[in-house]
Protein backbone atom coordinates (compact mmCIF):
# COMPACT_ATOMS: atom_id res chain seq x y z
CA UNK A 1 0.00 0.00 0.00
CA UNK A 2 1.08 3.37 -0.77
CA UNK A 3 0.39 6.48 1.01
CA UNK A 4 0.92 9.74 -0.55
CA UNK A 5 4.49 11.14 -0.50
CA UNK A 6 6.27 13.73 -0.56
CA UNK A 7 8.66 14.81 -3.50
CA UNK A 8 10.77 12.05 -4.97
CA UNK A 9 14.13 11.64 -3.76
CA UNK A 10 16.79 12.30 -6.90
CA UNK A 11 18.18 9.19 -8.71
CA UNK A 12 21.63 7.91 -7.51
CA UNK A 13 22.78 6.37 -11.36
CA UNK A 14 21.79 3.72 -13.33
CA UNK A 15 21.96 0.53 -11.46
CA UNK A 16 24.23 -1.86 -13.19
CA UNK A 17 23.78 -5.77 -12.22
CA UNK A 18 26.77 -7.67 -11.51
CA UNK A 19 28.17 -10.27 -13.79
CA UNK A 20 28.95 -12.56 -10.83
CA UNK A 21 27.70 -15.62 -11.13
CA UNK A 22 24.77 -16.08 -7.96
CA UNK A 23 25.60 -17.94 -5.29
CA UNK A 24 22.35 -19.63 -4.07
CA UNK A 25 23.58 -23.11 -2.67
CA UNK A 26 25.93 -22.38 0.42
CA UNK A 27 27.78 -25.14 2.34
CA UNK A 28 29.16 -25.39 5.33
CA UNK A 29 32.94 -23.87 5.47
CA UNK A 30 34.03 -26.59 7.79
CA UNK A 31 32.39 -29.84 6.36
CA UNK A 32 30.85 -28.26 3.13
CA UNK A 33 27.50 -29.70 3.97
CA UNK A 34 24.63 -27.70 2.78
CA UNK A 35 23.32 -25.14 4.65
CA UNK A 36 20.64 -23.21 4.25
CA UNK A 37 20.76 -19.09 4.12
CA UNK A 38 19.73 -18.81 7.08
CA UNK A 39 21.47 -21.36 9.28
CA UNK A 40 23.19 -20.47 12.64
CA UNK A 41 25.05 -24.13 13.05
CA UNK A 42 25.70 -26.72 10.63
CA UNK A 43 23.25 -29.52 11.05
CA UNK A 44 26.04 -32.22 9.92
CA UNK A 45 29.41 -31.10 12.41
CA UNK A 46 27.23 -28.14 13.85
CA UNK A 47 30.02 -25.73 13.40
CA UNK A 48 28.42 -22.23 14.43
CA UNK A 49 27.85 -20.24 10.91
CA UNK A 50 26.81 -17.01 9.99
CA UNK A 51 26.20 -15.30 6.48
CA UNK A 52 28.78 -12.27 5.37
CA UNK A 53 26.93 -9.94 3.32
CA UNK A 54 30.47 -8.74 2.03
CA UNK A 55 31.13 -11.87 0.43
CA UNK A 56 27.87 -13.47 -0.07
CA UNK A 57 28.56 -16.48 1.82
CA UNK A 58 28.36 -18.36 4.65
CA UNK A 59 31.19 -18.31 6.78
CA UNK A 60 32.30 -19.55 10.43
CA UNK A 61 30.79 -17.24 12.66
CA UNK A 62 34.04 -16.79 14.41
CA UNK A 63 35.24 -15.04 11.80
CA UNK A 64 32.93 -11.65 12.38
CA UNK A 65 31.26 -9.89 14.84
CA UNK A 66 27.74 -11.21 15.35
CA UNK A 67 25.66 -8.91 14.77
CA UNK A 68 23.79 -6.91 17.69
CA UNK A 69 20.18 -8.24 17.15
CA UNK A 70 21.82 -11.77 16.77
CA UNK A 71 20.30 -13.11 20.03
CA UNK A 72 16.72 -10.69 20.18
CA UNK A 73 16.10 -11.52 16.29
CA UNK A 74 18.12 -14.40 15.80
CA UNK A 75 20.16 -12.71 13.12
CA UNK A 76 22.56 -14.59 11.31
CA UNK A 77 24.09 -12.28 9.36
CA UNK A 78 28.03 -11.13 10.61
CA UNK A 79 27.90 -7.37 12.11
CA UNK A 80 29.39 -4.06 10.57
CA UNK A 81 31.80 -3.68 13.65
CA UNK A 82 31.60 -5.56 16.68
CA UNK A 83 28.50 -4.29 18.63
CA UNK A 84 27.15 -3.26 15.69
CA UNK A 85 23.77 -3.79 13.83
CA UNK A 86 24.29 -5.94 10.42
CA UNK A 87 23.70 -4.49 7.09
CA UNK A 88 19.97 -5.61 7.20
CA UNK A 89 19.05 -4.96 10.72
CA UNK A 90 20.79 -1.23 10.11
CA UNK A 91 17.47 -0.54 7.96
CA UNK A 92 15.19 -0.93 11.20
CA UNK A 93 14.03 2.26 12.43
CA UNK A 94 11.66 1.21 14.88
CA UNK A 95 11.28 -2.13 16.25
CA UNK A 96 9.57 -3.34 19.47
CA UNK A 97 10.50 -2.45 23.14
CA UNK A 98 12.65 -5.32 24.92
CA UNK A 99 9.72 -6.14 27.43
CA UNK A 100 7.57 -6.83 24.27
CA UNK A 101 7.98 -10.74 24.18
CA UNK A 102 5.17 -11.30 21.61
CA UNK A 103 6.20 -8.20 19.64
CA UNK A 104 10.13 -9.39 19.18
CA UNK A 105 9.16 -12.79 18.08
CA UNK A 106 6.54 -11.32 15.29
CA UNK A 107 9.54 -8.62 14.59
CA UNK A 108 12.15 -12.02 14.51
CA UNK A 109 10.14 -13.27 11.77
CA UNK A 110 9.80 -10.35 9.88
CA UNK A 111 13.73 -9.47 10.29
CA UNK A 112 13.92 -12.83 8.60
CA UNK A 113 12.36 -12.06 5.43
CA UNK A 114 14.23 -8.71 5.74
CA UNK A 115 17.57 -10.18 5.19
CA UNK A 116 16.36 -12.39 2.56
CA UNK A 117 15.07 -8.88 0.77
CA UNK A 118 18.42 -7.06 1.29
CA UNK A 119 20.24 -9.75 0.13
CA UNK A 120 18.07 -10.36 -3.23
CA UNK A 121 18.75 -6.53 -3.24
CA UNK A 122 22.30 -6.08 -3.24
CA UNK A 123 22.76 -9.31 -5.71
CA UNK A 124 20.50 -7.44 -8.12
CA UNK A 125 22.95 -4.09 -8.07
CA UNK A 126 19.89 -2.10 -7.00
CA UNK A 127 20.36 1.21 -5.59
CA UNK A 128 20.26 1.14 -1.65
CA UNK A 129 20.18 3.92 0.93
CA UNK A 130 19.46 3.76 4.68
CA UNK A 131 17.06 6.48 6.35
CA UNK A 132 20.19 7.28 8.54
CA UNK A 133 21.72 8.76 5.55
CA UNK A 134 19.28 11.48 4.89
CA UNK A 135 15.59 12.31 4.07
CA UNK A 136 14.60 9.60 1.51
CA UNK A 137 16.24 6.97 2.35
CA UNK A 138 14.79 3.84 2.75
CA UNK A 139 13.51 2.39 6.33
CA UNK A 140 11.51 -0.01 8.05
CA UNK A 141 9.57 0.73 11.02
CA UNK A 142 8.34 -2.15 12.40
CA UNK A 143 5.23 -2.09 14.55
CA UNK A 144 2.70 -4.13 16.66
CA UNK A 145 -1.48 -3.38 16.24
CA UNK A 146 -1.79 -4.89 19.69
CA UNK A 147 -1.12 -1.37 20.99
CA UNK A 148 -2.24 1.19 18.59
CA UNK A 149 -3.30 1.11 14.82
CA UNK A 150 -1.12 0.12 12.18
CA UNK A 151 -1.57 0.02 8.31
CA UNK A 152 1.16 -1.65 6.38
CA UNK A 153 3.02 0.60 3.75
CA UNK A 154 5.23 2.92 2.27
CA UNK A 155 5.79 6.89 2.93
CA UNK A 156 9.02 8.96 2.11
CA UNK A 157 11.01 6.33 2.46
CA UNK A 158 9.83 4.35 5.07
CA UNK A 159 8.05 1.05 4.59
CA UNK A 160 5.61 0.79 7.74
CA UNK A 161 5.18 -3.07 8.51
CA UNK A 162 1.89 -4.66 10.92
CA UNK A 163 3.93 -7.65 12.95
CA UNK A 164 0.15 -8.71 13.00
CA UNK A 165 1.15 -10.30 9.65
CA UNK A 166 4.09 -12.22 11.20
CA UNK A 167 1.16 -14.53 12.20
CA UNK A 168 0.12 -17.25 10.38
CA UNK A 169 -3.37 -17.39 11.03
CA UNK A 170 -3.87 -13.96 10.73
CA UNK A 171 -2.45 -13.65 7.31
CA UNK A 172 -4.53 -16.58 5.92
CA UNK A 173 -7.66 -14.95 7.53
CA UNK A 174 -7.16 -11.70 5.62
CA UNK A 175 -5.76 -13.02 2.54
CA UNK A 176 -9.14 -15.21 2.34
CA UNK A 177 -10.86 -11.80 3.50
CA UNK A 178 -9.54 -9.75 0.69
CA UNK A 179 -9.82 -12.37 -2.00
CA UNK A 180 -5.76 -12.63 -2.54
CA UNK A 181 -4.31 -15.95 -4.11
CA UNK A 182 -0.84 -14.61 -2.44
CA UNK A 183 0.31 -13.48 1.13
CA UNK A 184 3.56 -13.67 2.85
CA UNK A 185 5.88 -11.41 4.85
CA UNK A 186 8.37 -11.45 2.10
CA UNK A 187 5.63 -10.52 -0.47
CA UNK A 188 4.61 -7.90 1.45
CA UNK A 189 8.39 -6.62 1.63
CA UNK A 190 8.63 -6.55 -1.84
CA UNK A 191 5.63 -4.58 -2.50
CA UNK A 192 6.88 -1.90 -0.31
CA UNK A 193 10.15 -1.80 -1.47
CA UNK A 194 8.55 -1.37 -4.57
CA UNK A 195 6.79 1.71 -3.68
CA UNK A 196 10.36 3.45 -2.91
CA UNK A 197 12.00 2.11 -5.94
CA UNK A 198 9.80 3.72 -8.03
CA UNK A 199 10.50 7.42 -6.75
CA UNK A 200 14.26 6.03 -6.63
CA UNK A 201 14.42 4.56 -10.75
CA UNK A 202 11.58 6.83 -11.89
CA UNK A 203 13.17 10.73 -10.85
CA UNK A 204 10.44 13.70 -11.14
CA UNK A 205 10.30 15.14 -14.68
CA UNK A 206 12.66 12.75 -16.59
CA UNK A 207 11.64 10.38 -19.46
CA UNK A 208 11.42 7.67 -17.28
CA UNK A 209 8.63 9.27 -15.57
CA UNK A 210 6.83 10.23 -19.15
CA UNK A 211 7.31 6.49 -20.10
CA UNK A 212 6.59 4.79 -16.33
CA UNK A 213 3.24 7.02 -16.86
CA UNK A 214 1.98 5.87 -20.64
CA UNK A 215 2.75 2.18 -19.14
CA UNK A 216 1.16 2.03 -15.64
CA UNK A 217 -1.26 5.07 -15.97
CA UNK A 218 -0.61 8.64 -14.23
CA UNK A 219 0.05 8.55 -10.39
CA UNK A 220 -1.08 11.78 -10.25
CA UNK A 221 -4.74 10.23 -9.96
CA UNK A 222 -6.66 10.73 -6.17
CA UNK A 223 -4.65 7.91 -4.27
CA UNK A 224 -7.67 8.00 -1.47
CA UNK A 225 -10.08 8.27 -4.25
CA UNK A 226 -9.06 4.91 -6.05
CA UNK A 227 -8.56 3.28 -2.72
CA UNK A 228 -12.32 3.90 -1.63
CA UNK A 229 -13.52 2.86 -5.42
CA UNK A 230 -11.05 -0.33 -5.24
CA UNK A 231 -12.65 -1.68 -1.89
CA UNK A 232 -16.44 -0.57 -2.76
CA UNK A 233 -16.43 -2.07 -6.10
CA UNK A 234 -13.31 -4.24 -6.91
CA UNK A 235 -11.12 -4.61 -9.46
CA UNK A 236 -12.26 -4.44 -13.05
CA UNK A 237 -13.88 -7.57 -15.13
CA UNK A 238 -10.60 -7.42 -17.45
CA UNK A 239 -8.40 -7.04 -14.95
CA UNK A 240 -6.50 -10.63 -15.74
CA UNK A 241 -5.87 -8.73 -19.08
CA UNK A 242 -3.79 -6.06 -17.96
CA UNK A 243 -2.46 -6.56 -14.14
CA UNK A 244 -0.64 -9.02 -11.87
CA UNK A 245 -3.26 -8.99 -9.41
CA UNK A 246 -6.45 -7.07 -8.71
CA UNK A 247 -4.95 -5.18 -6.14
CA UNK A 248 -2.18 -3.42 -8.93
CA UNK A 249 -6.10 -2.60 -10.53
CA UNK A 250 -6.29 0.33 -7.72
CA UNK A 251 -3.85 2.72 -9.02
CA UNK A 252 -0.99 3.19 -10.75
CA UNK A 253 1.17 3.16 -8.09
CA UNK A 254 -0.32 -0.11 -6.54
CA UNK A 255 0.39 -1.14 -10.35
CA UNK A 256 3.76 -0.23 -10.38
CA UNK A 257 4.76 -2.35 -6.95
CA UNK A 258 2.70 -5.40 -7.56
CA UNK A 259 4.98 -5.02 -10.78
CA UNK A 260 8.15 -4.97 -8.74
CA UNK A 261 7.76 -7.32 -6.38
CA UNK A 262 7.07 -10.28 -8.80
CA UNK A 263 10.23 -8.78 -10.82
CA UNK A 264 11.60 -9.56 -7.30
CA UNK A 265 9.95 -13.22 -7.00
CA UNK A 266 11.02 -14.02 -10.94
CA UNK A 267 14.62 -12.88 -10.31
CA UNK A 268 15.09 -15.13 -6.89
CA UNK A 269 13.55 -17.95 -7.77
CA UNK A 270 14.90 -18.00 -10.88
CA UNK A 271 18.62 -17.71 -9.04
CA UNK A 272 17.76 -20.14 -6.68
CA UNK A 273 16.49 -22.79 -9.26
CA UNK A 274 19.79 -22.18 -11.41
CA UNK A 275 22.12 -22.57 -8.27
CA UNK A 276 20.35 -25.87 -7.41
CA UNK A 277 19.99 -27.12 -10.99
CA UNK A 278 16.41 -27.24 -11.29
CA UNK A 279 15.20 -27.41 -14.54
CA UNK A 280 12.19 -28.58 -15.90
CA UNK A 281 12.78 -30.79 -19.08
CA UNK A 282 8.58 -31.16 -19.44
CA UNK A 283 5.89 -32.64 -21.85
CA UNK A 284 5.63 -32.07 -25.26
CA UNK A 285 2.48 -30.99 -24.73
CA UNK A 286 3.33 -27.41 -23.56
CA UNK A 287 3.11 -23.83 -24.52
CA UNK A 288 1.24 -22.73 -27.80
CA UNK A 289 4.67 -20.49 -28.38
CA UNK A 290 6.97 -22.94 -26.94
CA UNK A 291 6.86 -26.24 -27.91
CA UNK A 292 8.41 -28.90 -25.73
CA UNK A 293 8.08 -27.50 -22.62
CA UNK A 294 11.28 -26.62 -21.15
CA UNK A 295 12.97 -24.53 -18.62
CA UNK A 296 16.53 -24.20 -17.57
CA UNK A 297 17.00 -21.55 -15.73
CA UNK A 298 19.84 -18.68 -16.26
CA UNK A 299 22.59 -18.77 -13.60
CA UNK A 300 23.70 -15.76 -15.04
CA UNK A 301 22.47 -12.05 -15.67
CA UNK A 302 19.87 -11.85 -18.38
CA UNK A 303 16.95 -9.67 -19.67
CA UNK A 304 13.13 -10.09 -18.84
CA UNK A 305 12.84 -12.01 -21.64
CA UNK A 306 15.12 -14.70 -20.84
CA UNK A 307 13.93 -15.09 -17.29
CA UNK A 308 10.46 -15.55 -18.35
CA UNK A 309 11.31 -18.18 -20.90
CA UNK A 310 12.80 -20.05 -17.70
CA UNK A 311 10.35 -18.90 -15.30
CA UNK A 312 7.17 -19.52 -17.21
CA UNK A 313 7.73 -23.16 -17.81
CA UNK A 314 9.01 -23.87 -14.26
CA UNK A 315 6.04 -22.04 -12.58
CA UNK A 316 3.81 -24.51 -14.54
CA UNK A 317 5.61 -27.61 -13.23
CA UNK A 318 5.86 -26.74 -9.64
CA UNK A 319 1.94 -25.59 -9.36
CA UNK A 320 2.06 -29.30 -11.20
CA UNK A 321 3.72 -30.98 -8.22
CA UNK A 322 2.00 -28.45 -5.40
CA UNK A 323 -1.48 -29.46 -6.77
CA UNK A 324 0.35 -33.57 -6.57
CA UNK A 325 0.45 -32.21 -2.57
CA UNK A 326 -2.51 -31.42 -2.13
CA UNK A 327 -1.36 -27.43 -1.88
CA UNK A 328 -2.20 -24.05 -3.45
CA UNK A 329 -0.34 -23.77 -6.37
CA UNK A 330 3.10 -22.07 -5.65
CA UNK A 331 2.89 -19.05 -8.38
CA UNK A 332 -0.99 -18.39 -8.85
CA UNK A 333 -0.73 -15.45 -11.21
CA UNK A 334 -1.04 -15.48 -14.63
CA UNK A 335 1.12 -13.08 -16.78
CA UNK A 336 -0.24 -11.95 -19.63
CA UNK A 337 1.14 -9.72 -22.59
CA UNK A 338 0.60 -6.71 -20.96
CA UNK A 339 2.15 -7.43 -17.32
CA UNK A 340 5.26 -9.06 -19.25
CA UNK A 341 5.37 -5.51 -21.14
CA UNK A 342 5.41 -3.89 -17.69
CA UNK A 343 7.31 -6.01 -16.46
CA UNK A 344 10.02 -5.17 -19.28
CA UNK A 345 9.96 -1.44 -18.32
CA UNK A 346 10.61 -2.13 -14.73
CA UNK A 347 13.91 -5.06 -15.67
CA UNK A 348 15.66 -2.22 -18.13
CA UNK A 349 15.39 0.85 -15.25
CA UNK A 350 16.42 -1.76 -12.77
CA UNK A 351 19.08 -2.45 -15.36
CA UNK A 352 19.88 0.84 -16.11
CA UNK A 353 18.92 0.51 -19.70
CA UNK A 354 17.00 2.85 -21.28
CA UNK A 355 13.01 2.08 -21.72
CA UNK A 356 12.45 0.83 -25.35
CA UNK A 357 15.72 0.15 -26.25
Known amino acids: MSLPRAPVSPRRGAAAASSV ?70 YTRT ?23 LFELIELGLPLRRFSDGPGGLGFDLLSSAYEPVTTGHQDGIVTVDLAEAEPSYRERMRVQLGEPYRTLLGHLRHEVGHWYETVLVAEGSPQQEACRRIFGDERADYQAALDRHYAHGAPRDWRERFVSAYASMHPWEDWAETFAHYLHINDALRTAAAWGVRVDGPAAGLAEQQPLQSDPPDADGDISELLEAWIPLTLALNAINRSMGVDDLYPFVLGPAVQRKLTFVDQLARGVAPGA
Open 21 to 90: ARVRNFSCPHCRHVVYFDATSCVNCATAVAFDPGARAIVRASSGSPCANARIAGCNWVGRAPGALCESCA
Open 95 to 117: RPADGDVAGLAAFALVEAAKRRL
